[in-house]
């Protein structure tokens, strides 16, 4: 098992940046790709960045050129640096890990929130 703790989340103004931490523990050398997703209120959860194990990157068109997301493989801590924000992007932001044996994401934190007041 993992189990996945996020930190980093507050209240922000509008065009600020904030950076998330996701640290997992346990079972970690199971981890191969990570991921943010956030959910706002009466929306449905979306994907916002996910890195694989190699670095390899992919966003969700709403973020893109805006939010970075990084690993430190050593310490399997997965990072999303968010810039320029926007009072949409008011979400909880959950961090989730899939496991390499498996195609879907296995492992949830519990969120941190983000509110980026306009």
């Known amino acids: 098992q993992v189990q996945l703790v996020e930190s980093g989340g507050c209240l922000v103004q509008a065009g600020g940046s904030l950076r998330l931490s996701c640290v997992p523990s346990g079972s970690t050398f199971s981890i191969h790709d990570m991921a943010w997703y956030r959910q706002a209120p009466g929306k449905q959860r979306e994907l916002v960045a996910a890195i694989s194990r190699g670095g390899t990157t992919n966003y969700a068109d709403s973020v893109k050129g805006r939010f970075t997301i990084s690993r430190d493989n050593a310490k399997n801590t997965v990072y999303l640096q968010m810039n320029s924000l926007k009072a949409e992007d008011t979400a909880v932001y959950l961090c989730?890990?899939?496991?390499?044996?498996?195609?879907?994401?296995?492992?949830w934190g519990q969120g941190t929130q983000v509110t980026v007041s306009s």
């Open positions: 989730a890990a899939k496991a390499i044996w498996s195609y879907q994401y296995d492992y």
